[in-house]
């Protein structure tokens, strides 16, 4: 489809919002806008629609919207299901930009009905070019702007001064964000905009992502996401976001089988596999939150400042339990906790002999009976720069009053003569400690682990962005390739192809006689591989199909002869189309690469070790077509048996550069022939040696 930006600023700046089904009653949908619009200072010009009524809270109502005397800009639909469509076309015959429907039972109710109205207001939509966000959707917020379009309660909550704002919410639940913008306020930051999207009949969930990575008042983007429809516009909408520096955090509902079955019938969306969806975000630096709280706290992390991206971190704690907790989820998210020099510890035993000073740093208990403990224990551990950010553990002292003070004056201080430092707090705190501690731009958490956790997987996503170079480019191949729809091509043909891609293949024969098999051995060299033909028969060891390590011309053609009467009586339907002939490859590591075609996102390519227990193991990683070499070398570091390439038992290491270009050049073919391949399996890519190379053995193509 392709993202579509045009009248989104109809969506979140208008300077007209007219409401069709407006009420006098604050309480009632069609009330609630009006209200909302007028308490939160909207500068621009509200029009009431509702032929009932010449007022309407205050306002001149309008019986028709051709009544209005100016174009509108935003035109909000709260009126019942049958006169939803009528209203649509109404707006577009007046050339208002765009429209916010309210209105339920469309696509998600899964009826024939609600799915043939959605449709016929996606084809207004389409054929007029006016913007629509919904049906089935809470609207949007842009406090900024004092736009309210929406009809949450949500809305009723002041935004209090000094919360953490620049934070985006885009969401494809109405319940969801009013949920979200309530938590925040609750945490501490404040969601502005949001946006609900439902259904997206017009206007999508990547659509508001791609507008609002272009906002320069935007540094964080939080999504809630069930489906996307569309998983080129997703990722080319993820793609601005990352090329501009802007962290997106992002929880994915619908990853098991009751949640996509849940997920579709919430907002009729078609959801990607699990692999797919954790592959794009490992891809675009996607920063993706277990639940919503973790969402929250995420945002909350990446929008109070910019991180330096630095994993070297201290913990300074007032618990050595605490500690151990927060050394154990460090490991789990990549901080590293370099242990402190000697000179410095020696420093800290010098303030407190009784202290632990490795890292953790324990200053125990005494810290609430000594004011100047924590104070002089953050001055030495800042001074000596040890770390690049900084965690202190101070349990509950933040809500006694006698005891938050030495905990506030002592951050205070470090805050003074350290400006530029990364500091988090953890500690159960009264508001008012709270907001003292956030106004020294300190991050402040409740618990200790969400603390490192946040910060840790924020400070990945910052690297990442910074660090990454762009993706190749994406786009048809010249010609498509001679792979018939649900066609699956044998192993020699499938070669064929591969060295097309320029993926190196194993040297081969085909013969149909055993001469034929004993010239072909001794052409090659010996021992070879023998293998039965059939695109019929995709697991030829399992009929017999197979010999290794045959030693010589004469042991050839014998093992021509065996490879055709076991595969017939093993398979007697099998079409057969030859035996081929390989030499044995020796020295190197088995992998798998292969690629899906997922419905929603494309071609989707797999790395893994290789060999007859790849399934079962399942040590294996994903990442969406096209991606660069140096994405593959990430691709490759993620999996658990990686120190059989990094460092094999008795050998040398294999040659990851070229395993890299490898998977770089399947990922840039399939992307170029998504239309015509449907999978491709190569079973073993055998590295070799540093500088040696790779080698596709064995490979199964399948058309689309």
Known sequence: MGLNLSGLQALFEPRSIAILGASSDPAKIGGRPISFLRDNGFAGVIYPVNPRHEEIQGLTAYAHLTDIPEQVDLALIAVPRPAVLAAVRSCADAAVRAVTIFSAGFAETGDEEGTLLQAQISDIARETGLRVLGPNCLGSVNRRHGVSASFAASEREPRPAGNTGGIALISQSGAVAAYCVLAGLR???????????????????????????????????????????????????????????????????????AGSKAAASHTASLVGSDETFQALARQYHVCVAESLDD???????????????????????????????????????????????????????????AAGVGNPIDTTGQLVNDGRLLSEFLQVVLRERVFDSLIVFLSYIGMFPDWSPVAVDALSDARDKYPDAEISVAMLTTP?????????????????????????????????????????????????????AGTVLSEFDSAALLEAAGIPVAPRRRVHSAAAAASAAAELGVPVAVKIISADLLHKSDVGGVILNVPGPDAAAEAYHQVITSAQAAAPGAAIDGVLLSPMISGGTETIIGVSNDPVFGPTVMFGLGGVFVESIRDVTFRLAPFTPAEALRMVSEIRGRSALESPRGGRRRDLDALARTLSALSVYADEHREDIQSIDVNPLIVLGDGDGVVAVDAVITGR
């Not at 080129?232 to 090329?243: E, G, H, K, S, T």
């Not at 913990?315 to 050394?327: D, F, K, P, R, W």
């Not at 789990?332 to 002999?353: H, I, S």
């Not at 709270?434 to 990945?460: C, K, N, W, Y």
Request: with cysteine.
């Open 187 to 257: 945490r501490g930051i404040t969601f502005d905009p949001w946006i609900s999207t439902g259904n997206e009949a017009d206007v999508s969930l990547a659509d508001c992502l791609a507008y609002l990575a272009l906002d320069d008042d935007v540094k964080v983007i939080a999504v809630y996401l069930e489906g996307s429809r569309d998983g080129d516009d997703l990722r080319a909408a993820l793609a601005i976001a990352r090329d501009r520096g802007k962290p997106v955090v992002l929880v994915k509902a619908g990853r098991s089988e």
């Open 295 to 353: 969402l929250i706290n995420l945002a909350y992390t990446f929008g109070f400042a910019a991180l330096h991206g630095g994993t070297r971190t201290g913990v300074i704690t007032s618990s050595g339990g605490a500690g151990i907790l927060m050394a154990d989820a460090a490991a789990d998210v990549g901080l590293e906790m370099p242990p402190l020099p000697p000179q410095v510890q020696a420093q800290l035993r010098a303030v407190w002999p």
């Open 432 to 484: 008012d400690v709270r907001r003292q501690v956030e106004a020294l731009r300190i991050r402040a958490f409740d618990d200790p682990t969400t603390a490192v956790r946040a910060l840790g997987r924020a400070i990945s996503v910052t690297r990442g962005l910074a660090e990454d170079p762009p993706l190749p480019p994406r786009g048809r191949g010249p010609a498509t390739v001679p792979v018939p």
